[in-house]
């Protein structure tokens, strides 16, 4: 297997980081020895990635946002952003407000870097001077987003996807990465799959030639197209079901113990 892949890539939350949001000693060390470039392919955005790179020796370089922000972190460059223009999020907030009554709303905008949110958004642990509520409606849609995010306090998490990916009806990408019911939205045709691949093109890559790790919905277009797709142990079913493998979850270092057999670390 060892000489097939010349990238990994891998998900941030759920699948490199233990339940603590912390890389293991184990998992620091096998991507020192990994001999091939490593990826983070996550649906956090830019403003995030700091917490983890806080604990790397170096910045790996990372496509954010589920696909629309392509970041490299030796020259603090945006590569690329694909954002929803702002007549994109009139429509696709509209369909929300239509169709689920209880949904709150906020926007990533500035490729990430910049949160707006409604005041009934819930903020779970996020204080940063970058983060601020809307004064009003209009504000939402102000501005180009790379992604919507769209929350209901009632919904189950699988229903509510389907529910706001019906609402959409293509117009925009809808997946989800947290465990309550919340909804990602990006640009049509947007995806981690899609920014990854745009990657790899540049840099003269071809799926076949891609490991890939992940644990949640919005993982599933990036293992599908990879050449050997491998859902964590304690992944989604959905995600389960379209793997090539499945690894130990990531509190048992499962992306670590993979890595070291792939390629005889």
Same mark, same amino acid.
């Given at each position: 297997?060892?000489?097939?892949?010349?990238?990994?890539?891998?998900?941030?939350?759920?699948?490199?980081?233990?339940?603590?949001?912390?890389?293991?000693?184990?998992?620091?060390?096998?991507?020192?020895?990994?001999?091939?470039?490593?990826?983070?392919?996550?649906?956090?955005?830019?403003?995030?990635?700091?917490?983890?790179?806080?604990?790397?020796?170096?910045?790996?370089?990372?496509?954010?946002?589920?696909?629309?922000?392509?970041?490299?972190?030796?020259?603090?460059?945006?590569?690329?952003?694909?954002?929803?223009?702002?007549?994109?999020?009139?429509?696709?907030?509209?369909?929300?407000?239509?169709?689920?009554?209880?949904?709150?709303?906020?926007?990533?905008?500035?490729?990430?870097?910049?949160?707006?949110?409604?005041?009934?958004?819930?903020?779970?642990?996020?204080?940063?001077?970058?983060?601020?509520?809307?004064?009003?409606?209009?504000?939402?849609?102000?501005?180009?987003?790379?992604?919507?995010?769209?929350?209901?306090?009632?919904?189950?998490?699988?229903?509510?996807?389907?529910?706001?990916?019906? #609402?959409?009806? +293509?117009? /925009?990408? @809808?997946?989800?990465?947290?465990?309550? %019911? =919340?909804?990602?939205?990006?640009? *049509?045709?947007?995806?981690?799959?899609?920014?990854?691949?745009?990657?790899?093109?540049?840099?003269?890559?071809?799926?076949?030639?891609?490991?890939?790790?992940?644990?949640?919905?919005?993982?599933?277009?990036?293992? #599908?197209?990879? +050449?050997? /797709?491998? @859902?964590?142990?304690?992944?989604?079913? %959905? =995600?389960?079901?379209?793997?090539? *493998?499945?690894?130990?979850?990531?509190?048992?270092?499962?992306?670590?113990?993979?890595?070291?057999?792939?390629?005889?670390?």
């Amino acid at each position: 297997m060892m000489s097939r892949f010349r990238l990994v890539a891998t998900d941030i939350d759920g699948t490199l980081i233990n339940s603590e949001r912390r890389l293991s000693p184990r998992t620091l060390d096998v991507l020192a020895r990994v001999p091939v470039p490593v990826v983070l392919v996550t649906g956090r955005p830019l403003r995030w990635l700091d917490q983890l790179y806080d604990q790397l020796p170096h910045p790996l370089p990372a496509v954010c946002a589920n696909g629309a922000v392509i970041y490299d972190p030796d020259n603090d460059e945006v590569l690329r952003a694909d954002s929803m223009p702002v007549e994109v999020l009139l429509d696709v907030t509209k369909r929300l407000r239509d169709a689920v009554p209880d949904v709150s709303l906020a926007v990533e905008v500035e490729d990430g870097r910049g949160f707006l949110h409604e005041e009934s958004w819930t903020l779970r642990w996020e204080t940063d001077h970058r983060v601020r509520v809307i004064s009003s409606p209009e504000e939402l849609t102000s501005l180009p987003a790379v992604k919507l995010l769209a929350r209901s306090a009632t919904a189950d998490p699988d229903d509510f996807l389907e529910l706001v990916s019906r #609402t959409l009806g +293509g117009v /925009a990408e @809808a997946t989800r990465s947290s465990s309550s %019911a =919340l909804v990602e939205i990006s640009a *049509a045709g947007v995806t981690k799959a899609a920014g990854l691949a745009w990657l790899c093109d540049r840099d003269g890559i071809t799926a076949d030639q891609v490991l890939a790790f992940g644990d949640m919905p919005n993982d599933i277009p990036m293992l #599908t197209w990879a +050449g050997h /797709a491998v @859902a964590m142990g304690n992944a989604h079913p %959905a =995600l389960q079901a379209t793997a090539d *493998a499945i690894c130990a979850s990531n509190d048992e270092d499962g992306v670590a113990a993979y890595l070291q057999a792939a390629f005889n670390l």
